[in-house]
C-alpha cells in the first residue's frame, strides 16, 4: 500500500495496523521516501538480496558479496 506522509501522519494508528499484513510505502512529492514492514519481514528480503550474488564453489569473498549488495542498493 502506498500512502502520502501527511496521509501517514494523519492515520498513523490504522496504518500501524495494516503493517501488520502488508507493507506501507510513504511517499512525499510522489516519490517513496520510507517503507514499514513487520521486522521478520526485513530479514527474508535481505536473504533475498542475496540470493544470485555468489556461484556455488567460487572464490568470492564476504567483502565482494557485501560491495555486490550494496551496489544493488
Given amino acids: 500500500m502506498t500512502v502520502t506522509a501527511t496521509e501517514f501522519k494523519t492515520n498513523l494508528g490504522k496504518y500501524l495496523d495494516i503493517i501488520s499484513d502488508e507493507d506501507v510505502l510513504i511517499t512525499k512529492n510522489g516519490k517513496v521516501i520510507a517503507q514499514l514492514s513487520k521486522p521478520q519481514l526485513n530479514k527474508i528480503a535481505a536473504i533475498r538480496s542475496l540470493i544470485g550474488i555468489a556461484d556455488n564453489?567460487?572464490?568470492?569473498?564476504?567483502?565482494?558479496?557485501?560491495?555486490?549488495?550494496l551496489k544493488r542498493q
Fill in 57 to 69: 564453489g567460487s572464490d568470492v569473498s564476504l567483502d565482494d558479496i557485501r560491495a555486490e549488495r
